[in-house]
Each structure stands twice: as structure tokens, then as C-alpha cells.
């Protein structure tokens, strides 16, 4: 274990609620940030209500009826929080390391002696955020994992002694690694807190859980949850690309970040190595030269480099950091730098969700995104709903779905049974079920198929599509109904789904809504 007197102190500045605060909801109202169907954050409001991170929309809504939604917007994000790391930067610590929008981390012990201890200087960051009119928390710790922890514990600052991190872990509950299988595991195992896994030998955790089993315990123990760095000279991988011309346009310097990240990947991974954060260095045409860390966690996608470059960026354009005065506009060169190398020890593609991804279908794909835009290329996420396209959910290629991503068995009273349909449209297209006489077949208030305005039984003898010809009716089933947010009168919904096989050998999925009559999906 580190000792304290040779560990290496970190300290962490964490910004609560900042995905709030950077959408601008700020009134003391009940508000989700809300991405891809999920709370990514909340405000302490919507918390009190029962309101979760990775939370879905449905559950966070009904447990909050008056909860306000707002999409999340990571570029304001980044723009906003990139004048935190700057006011830091310049007033209390050189050099710091973004590890997402409101939270960031720096080497404590030469700034602790500058201003007097480790208590003063977490005071001053805590005290130079606070004069950007934003609340923020401070913690010092032996590792950025636990100063993080520290910094959330308390209402302001927090430090953990030196050489004392499996102490402050101790307590806590397992889920805190950041494991799931790993602490479902170790909870069925009788080892609820962080102090128990730590108690366990470490030849007997190699064995038993792996890589990832070793690098948590490593974590609970107090120790660097990466293995020492790999003898490999950083400047060897380091990826640079000179304007000839100084480019103005923000765009072109994006694109070329994504062909650098590229790049960046291909040396590590044929020297067999991974980095734990990237610095992306701009220089600028009057000679100023600009430098930004970002955590990079093994692989962070191409596209996701140059979009915090060009967060940036962007944020420096408009603060007019980036004006050039009397001098030539413009930047002049951009390198990418890899910090914290560590041996590869394999990961798992991201790409079908379940096998390896080959590198060359990644590069392809990231290629195609810095191309077409981010959203060009997708995968299919299967997720908890009971329509045919409520229960699929597409994500762009390279990035992380959120925890409330995976299949969700339900209850969902109305899910659609088996079979399922071969192809489902994006947006439904219009219908018209009639019966033998021509009039409009509706569905009755107790799931019976009736005439229109006669409320009379009768039995479906014609269906026609949008943009095909009509074809007799020889089968269905159903109707099933669905009741949708029926604890939100203006949202709520009741609706009832229907398989109908027509004469010209096709099956259709139908849907009446409202008394219309639309079709979802297609059997083949």
C-alpha cells in the first residue's frame, strides 16, 4: 500500500447538478436532463421526488408528475464548464486533467505548499468556482477515485488523510467500484462493503475474477487501480499536423482531430498499449499555445476526441482566447499526446453489444461519422417497451449506451407477444379497416370490434394501407389494449394493437388511435 509519505495527492473539484446548471434550469423546480430516453441528471427538487440518474423517463415522470425534461446539450456543457477550467487554471493550479464536464482533477501536493496545506488550497478552488456564481465541492485524496468520493461526501471540502484511502473506502457499499457483475457477485457472496472485498487475498481474486476483479481490488485496497506505466516513450506516440495555412474554420480543425485520433490509436495499439488521458495541444498562428487533458479510459472513440476539441474551442472562440489581435488569425498546429500509458490488457468492442468489434469495422465507422456527422452510423440497443419500436433504441457508433440501456423484462402489461414483426416503419402510416358493408370498423370500450357510431358488432372485411391496394381480410387477432402514462391527463394514452392477415398473402400490425387506424409494423 502507498505510504504517506511518498503517495501522490490528488485533488478533484466537482460542480453538482452541472448538466443542470449548463441548460440554464436554474429555478428551483423539479428538472431531468434528459438523453436517449434516460436522466442523466437532476435537480435536488426532482431528487426529493424519487427522481434518478440512469433513470428512465416513464419511471422519473410518474414519480414526478410536475418534473420539467430538458435534452441534454453536452457542446454547452463543455463550453460553460471549459470557463471553470480556465479560472482555475489561471488563478490556483497550471495543470489540470477534465475529466467530464463538472468535474476536474489536479496534482495537489505542489499547489497544497503554495498556498499553505491541502485544506487552503481546496478551499481556493472550492472559493474561485464560487465566484463564476457556481456551487462547487473540493476533495484531497491519494487517488482521483477517492478524492472524487471525498469531494461528494461533504458539503464542501473533504480530506482524506495521506496514505489513508482503503480507510475512507472502507465503509462504503461495493456498488461504488463502478462493477456491476462484480458486485452483484461479491454481495451474493456475503461481502457488502468496500473494507470486506478489500480483506480478500489478491492471489485468490487473480484467480477467481480476472483483470477486472484485480484492478477493483487494487482500488479497495488504496493502491493505483492501473498497473505501473509501460517503459514506452510518450513522444513516440504523439500525433501532430501542421496548417500550412492557419485555419480559421472550426470544422476543418475538428475533422483533422479525428483523423489524428486515429492515427493516435493505431501507434498505441501496435506497441500493445493503452493511455489513461489525452492532451490536445493547439497552437495558434501568433505563436500562443492552448492545452486541454482529457480522460480517456483504454479507447476513447475518434469522434469523441474531436468533439471535446472542438467543445474546446469553442469556448475559447467565443471568451475571444482565441483572437489574434494585431497578429495573424487563425491555428497553426494540432497535436494530440498520450499520458498515462499502460499496457493493453484487452477490451470489448462496442459495436453489436456482444462480440469483439474488429478495429477495422471501428475505424470504418468513425471514419463515416467525422464524414456524415455522429448519428451516421448506429447499432441497435434493445430495450424495455411494448410496441415493436418502443423496445429498440439506436446508438451511435462509439458511444456508451446508459445503464438503463439493456433489455428490460418489464412488467409492461400490453407488450406485444410473439411473433415479431420482420420490419417495423419509422413512422406509421395510415389505415383504413372497413367491414363488409364499407363503414369503418372501431374498437368498442370493451376490446370489441364494432361498427362506427352503430356500436354494433361486426366483423373486418377490408384493409387498406397507405400507398397499396386494398386486400380482403382472412384472419386476426387481437385487439390487445394498451393504457399509456395514465397518470399524466394531458400525455396518457389508450390505444389497441391488432394482427390482421389480408388475401394478398401479407400480415400487418395495426394500431387504432383516437378511432384511426394506423400500421406499425409488417409481417412479410
Do not use: K
Request: hydrophobic content about 45%; glycine content about 12%.
Amino acid at each position: 500500500m502507498t505510504g504517506a509519505a511518498d503517495s501522490v495527492r490528488v485533488a478533484v473539484v466537482w460542480v453538482p447538478d452541472f448538466p443542470v446548471l449548463a441548460c440554464g434550469a436554474q429555478d428551483g423546480g423539479p428538472v431531468a436532463v434528459a438523453h436517449r430516453g434516460a436522466v442523466v441528471a437532476c435537480s435536488a427538487s426532482a431528487r426529493a421526488a424519487g427522481v434518478r440518474r440512469h433513470m428512465r423517463l416513464r419511471t422519473a415522470q410518474a414519480r414526478c408528475p410536475g418534473l420539467r425534461v430538458v435534452e441534454r446539450d453536452l457542446a454547452a456543457e463543455v463550453r460553460l464548464f471549459e470557463q471553470v477550467v480556465h479560472r482555475v487554471e489561471a488563478e490556483v493550479v497550471p495543470r489540470l486533467e477534465v475529466i467530464r464536464p463538472g468535474l476536474l482533477a489536479a496534482p495537489a501536493r505542489g499547489a497544497a505548499r503554495y498556498w499553505g496545506g491541502e485544506r487552503q488550497l481546496s478551499v481556493r478552488l472550492v472559493g474561485t468556482v464560487a465566484e463564476l456564481g457556481l456551487p462547487a465541492r473540493a476533495g484531497i485524496a491519494d487517488s482521483t477515485f477517492v478524492a472524487a468520493l471525498a469531494a461528494r461526501r461533504g458539503d464542501g471540502v473533504v480530506v482524506a488523510p495521506a496514505g489513508g484511502d482503503a480507510a475512507f473506502l472502507s465503509p462504503y457499499p461495493v456498488g461504488v467500484l463502478g462493477v456491476p457483475r462484480l458486485s452483484e457477485l461479491l454481495r451474493q457472496l456475503g461481502m457488502r462493503t468496500v473494507g470486506d472485498f478489500a480483506r480478500l487475498p489478491a492471489g485468490r481474486v487473480a484467480e477467481r475474477l480476472g483483470t477486472e476483479g484485480i484492478g477493483a481490488h487494487r482500488v479497495a485496497r488504496g493502491e493505483a487501480a492501473r498497473p505501473v506505466s509501460a517503459t514506452t516513450a510518450v513522444q513516440h506516440h504523439t500525433v501532430r499536423r501542421l496548417f500550412e495555412v492557419a485555419e480559421e474554420q472550426l470544422e476543418a480543425v475538428v475533422f483533422v482531430a479525428v483523423a489524428l485520433a486515429d492515427e493516435l490509436h493505431e501507434r498505441l495499439a501496435a506497441a500493445g498499449v493503452v493511455c489513461g488521458r489525452v492532451e490536445a495541444a493547439v497552437e495558434t498562428a501568433d505563436g500562443r499555445i492552448l492545452t486541454r487533458i482529457f480522460r480517456h479510459e483504454g479507447r476513447l472513440p475518434s469522434r469523441a476526441v474531436a468533439e471535446r476539441v472542438r467543445g474546446v474551442l469553442a469556448a475559447r472562440s467565443e471568451t475571444g482566447l482565441l483572437d489574434a489581435g494585431d497578429g495573424e488569425p487563425g491555428i497553426r498546429r494540432l497535436s494530440l499526446c498520450p499520458d498515462g500509458i499502460v499496457p493493453d490488457s484487452g477490451s470489448q468492442g462496442a459495436f453489436d453489444g456482444e462480440r469483439d468489434t474488429p478495429v477495422e469495422v471501428e475505424r470504418a465507422a468513425a471514419r463515416v461519422q467525422a464524414v456524415l456527422g455522429h448519428r451516421a452510423v448506429t447499432r441497435i440497443v434493445e430495450v424495455g417497451g411494448r410496441g415493436p419500436g418502443d423496445r429498440i433504441r439506436l446508438v451511435p457508433v462509439g458511444d456508451v449506451p446508459d445503464d438503463g440501456a439493456g433489455t428490460e423484462g418489464g412488467p409492461w402489461p400490453g407488450l406485444l407477444p410473439a411473433p415479431h414483426p420482420a420490419a417495423v416503419y419509422p413512422v406509421r402510416r395510415p389505415a383504413r379497416l372497413t367491414g363488409a358493408d364499407g363503414a369503418s370498423v372501431g374498437v368498442a370500450g370493451r376490446l370489441e370490434l364494432s361498427a362506427e357510431r352503430a356500436f354494433l358488432s361486426v366483423e373486418p372485411a377490408l384493409l387498406s394501407v397507405d400507398g397499396r391496394r386494398p386486400a380482403g381480410v382472412n384472419g386476426w387477432a387481437g385487439p390487445w389494449p394498451v393504457l399509456e402514462r395514465w397518470w399524466a391527463r394531458a400525455d396518457g394514452r389508450r390505444v389497441a394493437r391488432m394482427q390482421v392477415t389480408t388475401d394478398d398473402g401479407h400480415a400487418w400490425l395495426l394500431l387504432v388511435d383516437r378511432s384511426r387506424w394506423w400500421v406499425e409494423a409488417h409481417y412479410g
